[in-house]
């Protein structure tokens, strides 16, 4: 009985300690289960940190390089408003000079137009004469630059210049007392010529203008009228 009780203490103990060694490794390996879990929570939390971080890095690039193309834009949209500004500001100072210039001109043109009035003339011509007309000088060469800026061939110039050599000699002083005809054109009265300017007792382009406007109506061309004269003694 006592061998009996024996065996079967033995084999129950090897039973415990079988028993105890399987619930040792059952939690043995709960362990390494859950340490696995941990380590690969841990490497999943890394992992997405480096996500996150490659995500903000991707992030400042793009707000950087917005930042810059901003820049360069408000850089662009700069030089171009000076360049608008510059060119406006050229412009104005351009039409402020023009402007100032004919100021200056129509000053001088009027101060010479007075000394003349005050002295008895002639108000001198403040025109062009050109290259066509080189070969004549005084009130001939003013004569033929305001002929041709009426209208007519260079041609006709030289009718011209006969009919007022025969009238006064290109004077525009000169008078006819017995008939009152005054200046180069010899207009009858000579205060006709007022129709013209008022200085024409005194400017010989006032006086040329007011004669080729008679010589157009009358007789069509310079030519016609000295044609004219010719033939009557007068035009």
Request: proline share 3%; hydrophobic share 40%; glycine share 10%.
């Amino acid at each position: 009985m006592n061998r009996l009780a024996s065996r079967v203490g033995v084999r129950v103990a090897s039973v415990g300690l079988l028993v105890a060694g399987l619930i040792a490794g059952v939690y043995l390996g709960q362990d390494h289960v859950v340490q696995a879990q941990q380590r690969s929570s841990e490497a999943s939390n890394v992992a997405q940190v480096d996500v996150d971080d490659m995500q903000l890095l991707k992030q400042r690039q793009s707000q950087h390089a917005a930042a810059r193309a901003f820049q360069r834009q408000a850089e662009g949209d700069a030089a171009e408003k000076a360049a608008v500004e510059a060119k406006a500001a050229a412009t104005k100072a351009h039409t402020l000079e023009t402007k100032a210039i004919a100021t200056k001109k129509a000053a001088a043109e009027a101060a010479a137009k007075k000394k003349a009035e005050e002295s008895g003339g002639p108000v001198a011509y403040t025109g062009e004469i050109p290259s066509s007309c080189s070969e004549y000088s005084g009130t001939r060469g003013v004569g033929c630059a305001l002929m041709l800026d009426a209208g007519f061939g260079l041609d006709q110039f030289p009718c011209l210049d006969k009919l007022f050599k025969k009238e006064s000699g290109w004077n525009y002083r000169a008078e006819n007392r017995s008939s009152g005809a005054y200046g180069i054109p010899q207009a009858l009265p000579g205060s006709k010529m007022a129709s013209v300017a008022a200085d024409w007792k005194t400017n010989p382009a006032t006086q040329i203008k007011w004669g080729l406007g008679y010589i157009e109506g009358r007789y069509d061309t310079p030519c016609g009228a000295w044609s004219h004269s010719q033939s009557t003694g007068w035009y």
